[in-house]
């Protein structure tokens, strides 16, 4: 399996990477104890990915490459995952959906397996 990623997440990053002017910056991402729910999840931008890392790529409607990447540990914990992006009136932000998780709090930021 892998981890993947929607148009929507790969706009923000785009749209991020822009903004710090890091247009080669690899998204990290990971899994640490912690949140409601007992583990939860991180989003860093990197200058490339550790030597260990599970490396994804994806490319953009307009060919640009993003590269996501992620430590072995989390991998366990989000192998198959979706990484999301969502805009609305209550809340913004990145969301995995993840089918391993058995629970998740009501911000998505946190799970439980």
């Known amino acids: 399996m892998a ?3 929607t148009d929507a997440a790969m706009k923000r990053i785009q749209s991020v990477r822009k903004r710090r002017q ?8 990971g899994v640490r104890g912690g949140g409601c729910s007992g583990l939860e999840y991180f989003l860093d931008l990197v200058p490339e990915p550790q030597p260990k890392d599970k490396v994804f ?3 953009t409607d307009d060919g640009e490459e993003i590269v996501l ?4 540990k ?3 914990f989000i192998n198959g995952s979706e990484l999301d992006f969502k805009k ?3 809340h913004s ?3 995995f ?3 391993l998780a058995s629970r998740s709090c009501s911000c998505g930021d946190s799970f439980t397996m």
């Open 97 to 99: 959906h993840n089918p």
């Open 3 to 5: 981890v993947t990623m």
């Open 57 to 59: 790529r994806f490319k």
């Open 69 to 72: 990447a992620v430590d072995r």
């Open 93 to 95: 932000g990145f969301e």
């Open 74 to 76: 989390s991998y366990l």
């Open 88 to 90: 609305g009136m209550m």
């Open 22 to 29: 890091t247009p080669d910056a690899v998204l990290r991402v």
